[in-house]
């Protein structure tokens, strides 16, 4: 042993509750939960924030992903490029965010499943959405801290003009919990705001008059108003989401068109389950499907039966608030 070392004697149980415990925290405030005041994890964060620093605005030319991406790294979020570059990616999809923050070019993947393109193929600007969320920082809007090497500031929060909470939702698994929130139309949460700027004493009700329901990115059906309703005055519910459909007629054979798919649904799964009930004889089809920028769908020609495009969106609003615990509630975002 080494001159002026010691050893002390711990209890090693006391030591890994205590360790563990530091441990839950540190991924609860720090990575998995989304700030209650911005509606963004910390790497979300740095991210449009590095992105502001190199000056890739909405009305300047794309950036290459990967030079992106070793500005983050580089200087505020000292963790695997992936993480980064995946963040950023599913920022730039606009059927995982309603209203997606960065604008990308390039393969960024599909609603099919597909992975997006190398960082090194890719370009990204912000949208000018993200931009009103950077909006002020020089102005000391806001608390910087250091960053990971106390060679630089970073924001601790940004100086976001709109509840992106509510507009964007959030989903992340941390540590003995987990949250999962519904994205919202951006004019209803708006109106909702200012309702509650008006009169602080509203009352969640109320506010629903505002807020009808959650606004998912690829469209949809909401069956039932009970599981809405629990989700917004609860911060607990259970939504049920189907695919909106019509039928057409073609060449004497009817023909259901899926313009919109549930939210977080596979639609290359869908196509093959639907698929493996014609190859089961349960049911008659013939099946094309077709993506663009603005809709995805697809066709099925039918002679007997189909079945319908259901599934269940669970929310469970829990998000941080100023580094402490978190706390259940959906209108206590404003």
């Known amino acids: ?14 030591e890994m509750k205590s360790a563990y415990i530091d441990y839950s925290m540190s991924v609860i405030v720090s990575r998995a939960l989304p700030d209650v005041r911005d509606g963004f994890k910390p790497v979300h964060r740095r991210v449009l ?3 502001q620093d190199l000056g890739v605005f909405s009305n300047r030319p794309y950036k290459k992903s990967a030079r992106i991406v070793g500005e983050v790294l580089g200087k505020y979020h000292p963790h695997g490029d992936s ?15 309603r209203y997606p923050l960065v604008d990308g070019q390039g393969n960024f993947g599909s609603v099919d499943g597909d992975s997006p393109a190398a960082m090194r193929y890719t370009e990204a600007r912000l949208r000018k959405i993200a931009e009103e969320m950077l909006d002020d920082l020089e102005k000391e809007t806001v608390d910087f801290r250091p960053n990971f090497d106390d060679s630089l500031q970073e924001p601790s929060v940004l100086p976001t003009k709109i509840p992106n909470l509510l507009v964007n939702g959030a989903a992340g698994i941390a540590v003995g919990m987990a949250t999962n929130m519904a994205p919202h139309n951006l004019t209803e949460v708006v109106d909702g705001t200012i309702a509650y700027i008006e009169n602080r004493d509203i009352t969640p009700e109320e506010l629903l008059n505002y807020i009808k329901a959650p606004d998912f990115p690829t469209g949809g059906i909401i069956y039932g108003y009970e599981g809405v309703r629990d ?69 099925s020609s039918l002679k007997s039966s189909a079945t319908p495009l259901p599934m269940s969106f669970s929310i469970n609003s829990i998000s941080s608030r100023s580094s402490r615990p978190p706390s259940l509630s959906t209108t206590s975002v404003w």
């Open 49 to 51: 924030y590095g992105m």
């Open 231 to 299: 989700a917004f005055l609860t911060g607990r519910g259970r939504v049920v989401i189907r695919g909106k459909a019509e039928i057409e007629e073609e060449n004497g054979r009817e023909q259901i068109i899926v313009t919109e798919i549930p939210y977080q649904v596979n639609k290359a799964e869908m196509i093959k389950k639907i698929a493996e009930l014609v190859n089961d004889k349960k049911s008659k089809a013939s099946l094309t499907s077709a993506t663009n920028l603005t809709a995805t769908g697809c066709a």
């Open 1 to 14: 042993m080494a001159e002026g070392e010691k050893i002390i004697q711990i209890n090693i149980e006391d």
């Open 83 to 97: 993480s980064v570059y995946d963040t950023m990616v599913r920022m730039a999809q606009p059927w995982s965010l």
